[in-house]
């Protein structure tokens, strides 16, 4: 109509991956937020998706790197959602640019991974790194590592997809990120995350336990908290419907009807 306003265009929701993934990983996830309005946007994290690989890296230069593309596309006041080591990067950017955001998901992450020089963070460490010293490569990794952190049914789709975003990692990207996650430490902030922040962690979670996640959601204000049966690390893969609903049943709850939004249809319990 004349003289009418324009649709406000779509939220943006940036999904930032784990440790050995990808854009690639948040493929479950592209349909059903387009389908709610939403304008999904899974970014590769520096090292990874066939970015030049890393020899080192902090969370600084992590959120730096995401900030930029943001900054490039133009993107107003996005949805953070951040697993695992994308969780760790989504908290560091919230405490850099606190109103920057319209609300932030954390999914599988922790606070604060103590200190790096400490006994535990030094065996984290090695373990981990052990068998690429040894000579393993990630394709050779890939499966063992993946089945270490999910739950016991996980869709086989699902599973696929992570194994071969594992397998694809650079050893050197890898290596960095895991040296990089024992020197995390944002507690501090968490009394002063300003957006409405959702921490969501599948049931059996070993990497970031649901009780952990649950005493961390309650240090931010006004936080929500909900786990997820029977799902382990990688819940957005493991059972994409149930993480799908969880996110996007909290954004329509805390993200103004203005903002444009289409009606995602509710799926009834008997599906």
């Known amino acids: 109509m004349p003289g009418s306003n324009p649709p ?12 050995g993934g990808s854009a690639r990983v948040w493929r479950p996830q592209v349909t059903a937020f387009e389908a709610a309005g939403y304008r999904p946007l899974p970014l590769d994290l520096l090292g990874y998706g066939g970015r030049p690989p890393i020899q080192a890296v902090d969370f600084e230069r992590f959120s730096a790197d995401v900030e930029a593309t943001v900054a490039r596309e133009g993107i107003d006041r996005p ?3 951040g697993h695992s080591l994308g969780g760790m990067i989504v908290q560091t950017m919230l405490r850099r640019n606190p109103t920057a955001y319209r609300a932030a998901v954390l999914v599988g992450t922790s606070p604060a991974f103590g200190r790096p020089d400490g006994d535990f963070q030094k065996k984290f460490v090695a373990d981990r790194l052990a068998p690429l010293q040894a000579g393993k490569t990630m394709p050779e990794l890939a499966a063992g590592m993946i089945n270490e952190i999910i739950g016991p049914n996980p869709d086989p ?3 696929e997809l992570a194994v071969a975003s594992m397998a694809a990692a650079s050893p050197d990207t890898y290596k960095a990120c895991v040296e990089a996650i024992v020197t995390f430490e944002e507690r501090a ?13 599948g049931e059996l979670d070993t990497n970031a336990p649901a009780p ?6 309650a240090k931010i204000p006004g936080a929500r908290f909900k ?16 993480f799908n609903d969880a996110v996007i049943n909290f954004l329509r709850e805390v ?17």
């Open 8 to 19: 406000a265009a779509p939220v943006t929701v940036v999904f930032l991956h784990g440790v």
């Open 79 to 81: 949805v953070l959602i």
């Open 157 to 159: 789709q699902g599973r």
């Open 189 to 201: 902030n968490l009394g002063h995350i300003e957006v409405p922040t959702l921490c969501l962690v």
């Open 212 to 217: 952990m996640m649950e005493r961390m959601a």
């Open 227 to 242: 786990m997820l049966p029977g799902l382990g690390h990688l819940p957005n893969l493991e059972n994409a419907d149930a």
């Open 255 to 271: 993200i103004p009807a203005g903002d444009n939004l289409r009606d995602l249809p509710q799926r009834s319990s008997a599906e």
